[in-house]
Every structure is written in structure tokens, then in C-alpha cells.
């Protein structure tokens, strides 16, 4: 999957991907794998604007980004990860139903579940479920349960995520000095507006 940079088509401003999909991975390298560039820096600016359409990937890019697909190979703009690493188990976490008195509602003997405080939780597929569930959930409701039937499997791909990269916010004192210089800026506008 390859994160194209932004503003290359004419009227969107979307973020794009290309992906590329095969049926032939098998005893490959790539079986079971995905491979992540963040091709976004790599364009050169327009001359003039069409639209939104204000960079262009230039040959040179093209070319550097289909080396980089083809070695395969982590780099600071590839990332290679398992299948699995995006997938998840959307489980659904009940609760119990209770009367106004604060007794259990039951049906047949079984709690009955409380809809309104149910919820959800994606638990990675590396994960194991009941762990994740003592974990992450028992602690903070001790009488939730999963109804497994309501489990499903997803996949995501949250892009930025794979690529963030922190900075620091600036100093405090650095954007008090900043201010402080627009705000006597400002005056002097204003005094000259106003004949003050």
C-alpha cells in the first residue's frame, strides 16, 4: 500500500492510496505480509495549480517508489508487517440487567444483558481474547461477560499511525515571547488605523 502525496488530483483533497493486491504471494516472501510506503513527501510542486491539483509525482519518484516496492525491505518510508497486525475481533462486552431495586434480571436462569451499558472492544488478533478481557475489561466490570455470538473479525489499516512522527511542542517561554511581539505589532497597527 502505497500513501500517494496530497493534492495530485484535480478536485480532491483526500488523502490517496494505491494498493497493490496478489493472488501470487504464496512461498514468497511477501506471503502473509503487507508492505507500507509513505510516499507522501516524494513530488515536485506544479508551476501553476489546477484546482486542487498542486503537485506532481515525477519520474524520479515513480522510479524510487517502485524500487523501494521491489526490495522489500524496512526502510525510515517502508514498513513490513504481518497480515495480522491489522486485524482485530470486535467482541461485544454485556452487562447485566437489574431491577429498580438493583436485583439481576433473569430469564430461564440466565442474566439477562442491560443494553444500555453495552459495549464493544477490538481486541488484535494476536491477541488472546480471554486475556485481553481479564485485563483490559474484568477490572473495570466485574460482572461483564462476551456474548461470543456477536464477535466478528475486522481489518484496519490506520496509515499515519505507522508513520507518526513526534515533535516536540516548542517552549512555552518561545511562544509567550511570540505573542508578546504580535501584540505590540498589533497596537502600533492599531494606533496608525486610529490616529491614536
Known amino acids: 500500500m502505497f500513501a500517494l502525496p496530497n493534492d495530485i488530483f484535480y478536485n480532491t483533497g483526500i488523502a490517496t492510496y494505491i494498493w497493490v493486491l496478489s493472488n ?34 515525477s519520474e524520479e519518484d515513480i522510479a524510487e517508489i517502485t524500487k523501494i516496492y521491489g526490495d522489500f525491505k524496512a526502510s525510515e518510508i517502508s514498513q513490513i508487517y504481518d497480515n495480522e497486525d491489522f486485524g482485530y475481533t470486535k467482541i461485544t462486552v454485556e452487562r447485566p440487567l437489574r431491577d429498580d431495586e438493583g436485583n439481576l434480571v433473569l430469564k430461564k436462569g440466565k442474566k439477562q444483558p442491560d443494553k444500555n451499558l453495552r459495549d464493544t472492544e477490538n481486541v488484535p ?36 499511525r505507522y508513520f507518526y512522527k513526534y515533535e516536540a511542542p516548542r517552549p512555552s517561554a518561545e511562544i509567550m515571547t511570540e505573542i508578546m511581539d504580535l501584540e505590540i505589532e498589533l497596537s502600533g497597527s492599531l494606533e496608525e488605523v486610529f490616529d491614536l
Open 24 to 57: 501470487k504471494k504464496a512461498g514468497t516472501v511477501r506471503e502473509g505480509k503487507v508492505q507500507l510506503i509513505n510516499a507522501n513527501e516524494m513530488f515536485v510542486k506544479r508551476r501553476k495549480a489546477l484546482g486542487n491539483k498542486r503537485n506532481d509525482i
Open 125 to 160: 488478533l494476536k491477541e488472546d481474547i480471554k486475556e485481553y478481557f481479564e485485563r483490559e475489561v474484568l477490572p473495570f466490570a466485574p460482572d461483564a461477560w462476551i456474548d461470543e455470538k456477536k464477535s466478528k473479525v475486522g481489518y484496519e489499516i490506520p496509515f499515519t
